[in-house]
């Protein structure tokens, strides 16, 4: 929470966004202070560009000051969307590995309604976008929420894909029982690691050890599967469908978290998607 001076040159940042005053007087007015304070306040920021008169804030320079400015003030609710959809995509994929599990398509079928909810937090953050809030916002970080909301999105299409698998008759032997625990258990924990990447904003994270891990288990989950030889093409094409919906959550925690370190850290994204990278290794 923001104290002292940093709260008050929050204040004079806010008020020159939201109220664009013309002098310095307008501005101690609004808050209640002495123009000699804002003044002072005011002058390492126009001293380095932040701020220029009559008094607009050059966003782009304005994340550079330690005040946690658009945490604290205006990315609030974004990023509380973000913790509900991560909360709601961790739900349905604990359904969807209770309905693989039992086979339990009514429960599938509530799957893929309760995929709804998503598209519309999606939309929420959109709409947060383009709002007011905007102004507070470099294009670059706007930019960034809006595709890590998209992939959040998507990532409830996937479950929703395998929850339609089930419905349409998919159903794992119980041999494998163990290996499907191991690779839902790796998805969770790549969605919270994606999450908090975003939220926290640090830098190191776990995420492509998770990728290895998880791409270990499914090769475990496929040999062990053919080494059945069930007599069922049904089978092995609603397979090969359910492998690729894991795979591509898997992809897109790992997009996340590469969108975050690009916006927070400066680390470029490879240009190569993650399945084309593993195709070369």
């Known amino acids: 929470m923001l104290r002292g001076k940093e709260a008050t040159l929050a204040g004079i940042i806010r008020v020159i966004i939201e109220e664009e005053p013309e002098t310095q007087d307008e501005i101690a007015e609004k808050l209640g202070i002495s123009r000699r304070y804002v003044a002072k306040l005011l002058k390492p920021l126009i001293d380095e560009g932040i701020v220029k008169h009559p008094y607009v804030v050059d966003m782009g320079k304005l994340h550079k000051l330690n005040l946690q400015f658009d945490e604290n003030l205006l990315m609030k609710e974004i990023k509380t969307t973000l913790e509900k959809m991560e909360k709601t995509l961790l739900n349905n994929l604990d359904l969807v590995y209770t309905a693989l599990k039992n086979n339990d398509k009514k429960l599938a079928e509530d799957v893929i309604i309760k995929d709804y909810a998503l598209n519309k937090m999606e939309e929420e953050i959109r709409l947060l976008l383009s709002m007011n809030a905007l102004k507070y916002l470099p294009g670059a970080y706007a930019n960034a929420f809006a595709t890590i909301a998209s992939n959040l999105e998507r990532l409830g299409d996937y479950i929703a894909n395998i929850a339609e698998e089930i419905v349409h008759g998919l159903k794992l032997d119980e041999d494998i029982e163990e290996e499907i625990t191991i690779i839902f258990n790796i998805l969770r924990e790549m969605l919270i690691e994606a999450i908090d990447v975003v939220i926290s904003k640090k830098k190191e994270t776990k995420i492509h050890k998770l990728e290895e891990q998880l791409h270990k288990n499914l ?34 925690c790992v997009n996340i978290v590469d969108i975050a370190l690009e916006l927070y850290h400066n680390i ?11 195709g070369m290794l």
């Open 268 to 278: 470029p994204r490879s240009p190569i998607p993650e399945r084309l990278k593993r």
């Open 219 to 252: 090769d475990l989950l496929l040999n062990k599967v053919l080494e059945n030889k069930r007599e069922d093409l049904n089978f092995y094409v609603q397979f090969g469908m359910f492998l690729k919906d894991i795979e591509r959550f898997g992809d897109r």
